[in-house]
């Protein structure tokens, strides 16, 4: 729907005005023009311009405060009625809208609407997480400054995609979508081949396809970034005919987005994408695939996942198989992660296996990402195509722009240069980037090292952990507390014999044991001149605090009242910040003194699996943590203790490489 003029002239004036008019025809075709009485039937046969009669000049009257009114030219003869005359000034300033009372000030005000941008915001009200009146109040403010704004919101029954249409029907200077990248991806799709540049204020949960142009997420910001106006050109693409901007997941991630539940995403955030890929590691199958590209012989092939990207941020891991996705290179990138079951090995190996698959596959297309380069991995197929067809045996679901849209099989085809972006102009590589580049140049080649070094349980440890916290934050969303209760209760009866192992498993987990254990280990080590691993010691004791300082309020889950403390503790209860900080603390001294005395690594090993068991069970035969508090809090403090061993095995490369540079030949 077009914006409105409100039009009114005295007799004495309406020929005048009516002249000045078609004058101004190719600044009003933007415009409907609302009039009464007279004047808009002689308006109504000048068919250049739209025309909305009303039925009297009190109805007339009533439009002053419509949204999409943005100015009143009236044409008065005050020696004919000086009384409306001043009623309408004040009416139009309380509506805080110019009037133009002459020929000179309306020909002034048509040249200020004329510099003035048109802009039409499609809001989605219901889109990502705060107060969707303050963000569009905030946005209002923000834009109005520099266009005139008109704001059309999503409803039940009028989507973003016939709210766009009605826009792009205005002849606007630019349309922009706020909400998540379902909404931007609707209002794209009417733009494809328009020209008009599309403006994004991401609001969604994952607004990914913001982040792949470097949009800002904040509000201010990306109202800043549209004020300026700097646009891009970019490729689009249609999958079976609906619009598509970013990406098309087969299998793993549209099931993982299927899992992400619209309560979940409110509860957690870009989170929920997490929580709900981790619980789809033990559920994802193989599947078939036959893929036909730029009309070539078909390809069969057996995968976990599969990725059609035209636009993609470093986090859409699973889309990164080139290295980078160049959202303006008119190609598509294929990414395909290949299923690697063994035919061979029994059941309880394929099902590790294909836990364990995944996880490797991901972080090397992480890695890949970041560097922007491709993966040299046997179990991921990359390309690039124009046009793609995909079947799979068995069916499997598809997901576009992060909206589940039906089951294969599919057909893609990339628009070259298909929309215009309101967006920065490509950066160079940031900090991050360089570090990851000098990574997979000056590290990567000694990655098969550091995987022997490592080794296959720390890989094996991190998918474990992240089974476990998977299975811990699917207890918090769907909790069982009768059978939670059932093993603290048990616990509780237990012999009295426990009480005094209670208490020391209680007293090696308490804070203040830690820190001191802490200070000790890194009294030694800097006596023994090991300062880099003292000073990493000590950073990894803080990586813990802050993990459970920050995850715990995040969650918010109270501690179990199921009987009177012997020792009553505050704060909340998930994750276990004891069990965390005891995991790393223990775990890493564990592992130094194995380093310095590797004879005695067998008893230093089980010596520390001990103490950890012994502080959960102490936990629990307290009724201080639920058993999902302490399955999460060894998930987390395992994934930190592993990134930390690792950091260090990167860092004892580094000077081994660098020893070996300085060594004269």
Known sequence: MKPELLLWAAETQQTALVDW??????????????????LAIQLSQHHQLTTKPVASCAEWRSHLFEERIQAVIALWDPEVDPVGLAELVQDCAQANLPLALNVATARALMLSLAGQRLGYLIFNPIAGQGDETQQLALIRQRLGVGMRLHVLLTQPDRDAKSLAEEALAAQPDLIIASGGDGTVSAVAGVLFGSGIPLGVIPRGTANAFAAALGIPSELEKACDLILAGSTRVVDAARCDGQPMILLAGIGFEADTVERASRELKTRLGPLAYLVAGLQQLGDQQPFQVTMQVDGSEPEHVQATALTIANAAPATSVLAQGRGRVNPGDGRLDVTLVRSQDNPDSNGLSQALARRVQPLGDMVHLLG??????????????????????????????????????????????????????????????????????????????SLTMLTATVGLGGILGSALALWGLGKALEELKSPSQALEEWILQGLHRASPWLDPLAWVGWGLGHPIGLVALLLVGTGWLWQQRHMRQAGGLILAGLGAGILAGVLKPTFSRERPNLWDPILPEMGYSFPSGQVIGATVIYGLLGYLLARHFPEQRRRIRWGVLGILLLISLSRAYLGLNWPSDLLAGYSLGALWLITCITMWRIQDLRQSEKVGEERPN
Do not use: H, Y
């Not at 025809?25 to 415009?31: H, K, Q, S, W």
């Not at 294969?408 to 900090?431: D, K």
């Open 368 to 445: 890949a990402s970041l560097a922007k380069q491709v993966p040299q991995m046997e179990g991921i197929l990359t390309l690039k195509a124009s046009r793609i067809q995909v079947e799979t045996t068995p069916p499997q679901k598809v997901v576009i722009d992060g909206e589940v849209v039906g089951t294969t099989p599919v057909q893609i085809e990339v628009i070259p240069g298909g929309l215009t972006v309101i967006a920065p102009p490509v950066q160079r590589p940031n900090s991050a980037e360089k570090i990851a580049l000098f990574w997979v140049k000056r590290i990567s080649p």
């Open 21 to 38: 008019l078609q004058q101004q025809r190719g600044i009003l075709a933007r415009f409907r023009l609302v009039a009464a009485g007279s």
